[in-house]
């Protein structure tokens, strides 16, 4: 089951530029989608989410896409900072068949200062 | 601000015995979750329960797996007879329900099956 796929497993950027970390998504049923970070030893943190019937949301230095032809959303940290080195997971809901968030495999970034 | 707890943080147990997972949940939330994490892997939705009841499970979810809210603030994950693949980081989550709300996840407890 792929339903959610994060095709890179890792990206590395250096501080102040920008992070660009990208999610995939099968079914089309989907209709609100979010981004969690997590750090070792945590779990994850709620971080930005964008509903179907948007195609941008930005909160701060993060701003989610969403592409809906193309069954794709990214996200975008400007500008990066060490403390955003984590894995990033980019979950999807059918609200029609409740709260379930399906999770993609998540990106390791690394933001080298 | 208010957050999920999870106890204990580890874990470890024998193939065949029984674990018990403890979380508290955020007080005023009324929708709570299990998910896992294989090392190496996606984090799975387990389950769902709202109500004193389950409300959805994947299946993963079988009959070695139940939940329970014994009173008004823990949520526990019991695995009756574990298995070897049953190694995992398992989160539990809370919110209240309304639509389109985050879930806040507790940091998990490792459970080492050996």
């Known amino acids: 089951d792929q339903q959610v796929k994060q095709n890179s497993p890792s990206l590395s950027v250096q501080e102040g530029r920008i992070s660009i970390l990208n999610c995939d998504y099968t079914n089309s049923m989907f209709d609100y989608f979010l981004w969690y970070k997590k750090y070792p030893a945590e779990g994850p943190t709620f971080l930005i989410s964008i509903s179907s019937i948007k195609d941008k949301n930005e909160d701060g230095r993060f701003t989610v896409f969403l592409n809906k032809s193309a069954k794709h959303l990214s996200l975008h940290i400007v500008p990066s900072q060490p403390g955003d080195s984590a894995v990033y997971f980019c979950?999807?809901?059918?609200?029609?068949?409740?709260?379930?968030?399906?999770f993609g495999a998540g990106t390791i970034l690394r933001v080298k200062s | 601000e208010p957050e999920v707890t999870q106890t204990p943080s580890h874990q470890v147990t024998q193939m065949g015995q029984e674990v018990i997972l403890r979380c508290v949940p955020i007080s005023n939330h009324l929708y709570f979750y299990w998910y896992r994490q294989i090392l190496g892997q996606k984090v799975e939705f387990l389950v769902s329960f709202y109500n004193n009841e389950i409300s959805e499970k994947s299946e993963i979810f079988d009959d070695q797996f139940s939940v329970e809210r014994p009173d008004g603030s823990n949520f526990t994950l019991k695995i009756r007879s574990t298995k070897l693949e049953d190694s995992a980081m398992y989160f539990c989550a809370s919110n209240t329900g309304t639509a389109n709300e985050k879930l806040f996840f507790g940091s998990g407890t490792q459970l080492s099956v050996l």
């Open positions: 979950a999807a809901i059918n609200m029609e068949y409740g709260n379930k968030l399906v």
